[in-house]
């Protein structure tokens, strides 16, 4: 993590293959996610619930998440990695970070890989975790290339993504972040053959070898794996436990409530969940906060009567606007607002997006915008990310969006342009810090 509570981009060397990774947490023991078929550690943040449910799990573990060689910010390989050469980027993960033993959690197309790591390293495994998983012996010849031919096709689209998280139709905003998922992760022709390989493998004379305790999880709503595909796999582990879901999507992870699972999960590996969610928790969020430039003047000049009636419509234009980009709108602040994101592109142009609507009422809006680690108290939030929020916007000038030097370095690639402003102190925080202004 960054001293501003920002996972950091870290690099694991794997002979000369450098892996991406990150980790979240400080707990007592370590969970080790494996992706799916596709991943990008950084846009990942971008997608909704995935940085929500790191966070429940770092409540208890510290959690490492990576892109597979040949993904999202790994090294590019040439040819196919093999399983052993995968399950090597997970030793040379957890090498790096000085974790002896861990939690496994494959997920989806990672199953297979978690399956015969957790056989072949049982002293490095602790607990196993299946999410949505498969053995490859449910889809025939005919129906597998359907699949791959209809996928390839439609590549950087976000339409396979799409069954993955249970994506509604009309959620325009959304398919379009997976599908630059699915760009950033890697080529059409790269997942082609990722598949094509992973046809070839079947890890279901091994399963029987896992002597690891085993959780395996799987929903009746998955609409890319049969729910009778982990029946099946729970069966053939020894020992297994099974929970089944009635509604969560594959990626029922990153389901928009996951507490259901993360729970399920700390039960299985540390023999106790824990329940409610506390009234006061750490989530790490960006932080928006704006303000209505020169608002005593124009209150003095339009009256009473008409301030409150632009008071009211500036709320409801911020509420519709903090809700369309999915945000938390936390609280008016007479003449501004403060709102937390679980994105740090969206927070931004949520921002913009806010500042002209205002424009078009008469009111002039400055923003400020940080990303840090804030604790949520019941309905309000506080801690310094909060008031570095506050401070950076009280640098910015009329129609402005200021960002710190964190969320600049988070949206690199999302379609957004920022203008460099110089170090400013901010009071109260120590050091100099460098604020951009953004723009779409």
């Known amino acids: 993590m960054t001293d501003l509570g920002m996972p950091e981009t870290r690099y694991a060397h794997s002979g000369d293959i450098s892996i991406a990774y990150q980790t979240m947490g400080h707990g007592p023991l370590d969970i080790v996610i494996v992706p799916g078929s596709i991943s990008h550690v950084e846009f990942h943040h971008e997608l909704p619930g995935f940085t929500a449910f790191l966070h429940h799990l770092s409540r208890f573990a510290r959690v490492m998440t990576f892109d597979k060689r040949g993904q999202g910010l790994s090294d590019r390989v040439s040819g196919v990695p093999s399983l052993e050469e995968r399950m090597d980027d997970v030793r040379a993960v957890m090498d790096t970070v000085g974790s002896k033993r861990a939690v496994l959690l494959g997920f989806s197309e990672g199953s297979p890989m978690s399956v015969l790591f957790a056989a072949t390293y049982p002293e490095r495994v602790s607990h196993l975790v299946l999410v949505g998983s498969y053995t490859n012996s449910w889809r025939s010849e005919k129906v597998f290339e359907a699949f791959v031919t209809a996928t390839v096709a439609a590549w950087g689209s976000g339409l396979s993504m799409k069954r993955v998280l249970g994506t509604r139709d009309g959620n325009e905003r959304e398919i379009a972040l997976l599908g630059k998922l699915e760009r950033l992760s890697c080529s059409p022709g790269a997942f082609k053959t990722l598949m094509l390989m992973n046809r070839r493998i079947d890890v279901w004379s091994i399963l029987p070898s896992v002597r690891v305790p085993a959780l395996v999880l799987h929903s009746r709503a998955d609409a890319v794996v049969p729910v009778a595909e982990g029946r099946k796999l729970a069966a053939a582990i020894p020992g297994a436990k099974y929970i089944e879901y009635g509604d969560l999507p594959h990626g029922a992870c990153f389901a928009e409530h996951c507490e259901g699972v993360v729970g399920d999960i700390e039960e299985f590996v540390t023999g106790h969940r824990d329940g409610a969610v506390p009234e006061t928790d750490r989530v790490l969020a960006t932080v928006l906060f704006t303000d ?15 301030w409150h009636e632009l008071l009211d419509r500036h709320d409801r234009l911020a509420k519709q606007t903090v809700e369309r980009h999915r945000g938390s709108f936390v609280k008016s602040t007479g003449d501004g ?9 969206r927070a931004v142009r949520c921002a913009l997006a806010f500042g002209v609507a205002a424009q078009q009422i008469g009111l002039p ?17 506080g801690g310094i990310a909060v008031h570095a929020a506050a401070r950076v916007m009280a640098h910015s000038g009329a129609n402005e969006v200021l960002v710190s030097r964190v969320v600049t370095d988070l949206v690199a690639g999302a379609g957004l342009k920022f203008t460099e402003r110089g170090a400013y102190e901010l009071k109260g925080i120590p050091g100099h810090w460098e604020l951009f202004a953004a723009t779409q």
Do not use: K, N
Request: hydrophobic content about 40%; charged content about 25%.
């Open 337 to 345: 607002i403060l709102a937390t994101f679980d994105g740090p592109g």
């Open 365 to 381: 809006l400055r923003a400020g915008l940080h990303t840090g680690e804030i604790e949520v108290r019941g309905q309000d939030v």
């Open 292 to 306: 209505i430039v020169d608002s005593t003047r124009m209150a003095v000049e339009v009256g009473d009567q008409r």
